[in-house]
Structure formats: C-alpha cells, structure tokens
C-alpha cells in the first residue's frame, strides 16, 4: 500500500463548487429564532432589518442540502485554499500510538484562522446587495482581521468592536484590521448606548464577546446601508465553513482515508460545524458509526455544563432568542487565553446534534491544552492556535488510548488557525504563569439567572 502524503492538497479544480447543508440531512431541526417580545418565530422580514437578505434565505433554508458557492466567492477562496490536510506522522511517532492522526490546517491565510471562510461569503452577499458598510464584534481578532480582509477585497467600509482586553492583549491584531482598512473600537465603549450602559454597572470590565455584539449590532441598525455581520454561531456561518468538511472529504476519499473519529474545537461551534458537515449525515442515517467529539475550555463550558434553553445571543439581550446550550448571556467568562472559546453559548445546530446524541463534548484545561500545543509545535513544526490546540489535546488523548488497546484508529481533527498572534499567552505559559480557571457551580448559577424566563 502507498503510503498517504505528509500534505494533501487538492487541485484547484477538486475545489468544491458547493457548501453542505446540515439542517437538510438532521432528522430533527433545531428550533428556530424567537422575538424576544412577541414569541413567536422570527420572519425573514425582521431578520433583513439586522443581515444581509441573502444570508437570511440560508439562514432559514432547511431544504437544500447543497447551496452553490458563487463564482465570485470561489475567485477568493482560491487565493488561500485549498488548506492542506495533515498526516502528523512525527506526532504519531512521538506519542508512539498504532493510530493515524490527521488535520486540516487553516492557518495559512494572513488571518490566520478558518473565520475567512465566512467572512468572503458575507461580504460578498453585501456588496451584491449594494451596502456600503458593515459592523461586527471581534473576541480574540480572528474574525475582525478575515471580515477586514474581505472587506477590503470587495470594498466595504467596517467598523470594529474589539472585546477590550483582546485589544490589549493583542496589538498586533489591531494594526492589521487597521492595515487592511477597518476601524477598531475597544468594547465596551461609550459610543453606543449600551456600551454606555454596561460601563456604568461595571467601569472595569475587559469586555466580552456579547456585549461587543450588542454595541455592534446598535450601529448596523441606525446607520444607512448597513448591516451587522457575525462570525460564528448562526447557521448560514456553519454552511459557508462546510467548505473545510467538503475538502477534508474529497482527500479523505482520494486517498482512500476513513476516519473513526473527528474531533473540532467549539467556541460558537462553526468550524466544527463546518468539519462536520460531510460526515454527519451517515451517522444520522445510521451508516456510519464514526465518533464526533466537539472540544472545549472548562472555563466556558457551554455543551458539558450549560443549559439546552432558549437565550439571547448577546449581553445587552437585544438579539432573537435562540435555543441552544448556554451558559447565561449574563456569563462573564474569565480571562482565558482562547478568546475565540469564550461565547456564553453554541450554535443551535451543534448544540442539538449534541442533545440528541450524534456527538459528544469535552472541556479540557488550558495549561494541558498549552503543553499539547508546545508539543505540537516542536515535533510537528506548526505553532497552533490555543483555540485549535483545545482539539488537538483530545485527539492525543485518544491516540494514546489507541496506544493501550493497540486500536489502529483513524483520528482526525481541524487546526483551525495558527498560534501567532497568541505569543503573549505563549509567554505567560512558558513561564510559568499561567493558570487554570474551573468555574463553581454557584459562579455558573449566576449566568443561568440571566436566562430568559420564557415558556416555549
Ligand atoms: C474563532 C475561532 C475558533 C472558534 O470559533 P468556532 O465558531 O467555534 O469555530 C476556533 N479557532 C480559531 C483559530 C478561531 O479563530
């Protein structure tokens, strides 16, 4: 037999001309958006005045099981994709386990993560609906610095709101949203009414991911033009990050590679989403029995210690209701080092694949996720993203279980970004400083108090 590549990339023309639908292949949909004050399902025509229409319709779409990627999105894709998939053979042989470990690497784009997947689709749907400006929230800067790369692309005006310790943690992230044209504000701020809100109740808050939608959101809905774009979470994210499951499965064929288990870290849950798009429906029908594992922080623990509830997506409690697993949208998650792990709460399609049972969780803590991540980088030669190396540390859990029962497995998991621009949380682990945070039950009861108290 041939032995499978280090690298697998694909021909430009293997590039898939479609994304993969999940909700067409779920036997039981998630449930879907509810106004806050009326109760009742969202219209398309409420949920147009906040995003662009064209995402709306995929937002909504439960039917398609293969939505085309545009032409003039596949022209941009084409300048960082495909992304290679990995075999780790120098990790396999460090851990010295009988399974064949494989990533998906999407770190090789300036942003260096997997957000640029989404943000050239949302980007590109306004500029065809003729908006001239955009706004979003960025937790650790993956996402602001993708939107502003496409933004610069297709030419649209963005502003910003950057959670604030992120911004000043991260500098570097700033002075790159701001080389490609965007504007960058520190979240909260007192230019929206309620960062102005939230900083009255607590002046010395770092900020946190819900809180920068809720003032982002304000702006896109007074401004002319505009709309609010988000990076994560929502449905339509999820399909325009399937292009990272529909590569992974066009090598994964091609070389003839079947995977018993996948594994993704889940923040909102896009990228996993994505991953898993390809693979899930077997599972669904029952044709395949492959291991689905989404990977967490124990210290935003959403999918093993949240609730399955109706939430807002947003701190300031302006966004539809939305059921899925949360933690309160009143939860402050503290100062971690994967920004991009810190969202109260998940996507709903991942978090109903996971009440029904065709994937499992894991939280895992961040100085074991640091000393998966060194090892990575030195035998593999990639620095990771702390958010990937969350999945990458469970994946060495189960290639080392393989170890013990001599199991030759197939584990595969996304790397979905490079560590980069986490040098500061690099550092702060290679002397010794950083530390673990479990939230109690009684921190967690206080976000759960913030939950809607609402009968569906
Ligand atoms: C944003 C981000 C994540 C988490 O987001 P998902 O929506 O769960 O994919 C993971 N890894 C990296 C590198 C990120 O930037």
Known sequence: MTKTPYKIYLNEDEMPKTWHNIKAVMKELPSPFIHPATLKPCSADELNQVFCSELVEQELNTTDEYIEIPEGIREFYKMYRPSPLVRAYCLERLLDTPAEIYYKFEGTNTSGSHKLNSAAAQVYYAQKQGLTSLTTETGAGQWGTALAMACAYYNIDLSVYMVKVSAEQKPYRKAVIETYGGKVIPSPSNTTAAGKKILAENPDTGGSLGCAISEAMEVAMQTDNCRYVLGSVLD?????????????????????????IIIGCAGGGSNYGGLIAPFIGDKINGTSNIEFIAVEPVSCPSLTRGKYAFDFGDTGQTTPLMKMYTLGSGFMPSPNHAGGLRYHGMSPIISKLYDDGYLSARAVEQTKVFDAATMFARCEGTLPAPESAHALQVAIEEALKCKETGEKKTILFGLTGTGYFDLSAYMSYNEGSMTDYVPTDEDLEKGFASLPKVEL
């Open 236 to 260: 339509h994210v999820l399909l325009h990050q399937s292009v990272i499951g529909e590569e992974t499965k066009t090598a994964c064929d091609k070389y003839d590679i079947q995977p018993d």
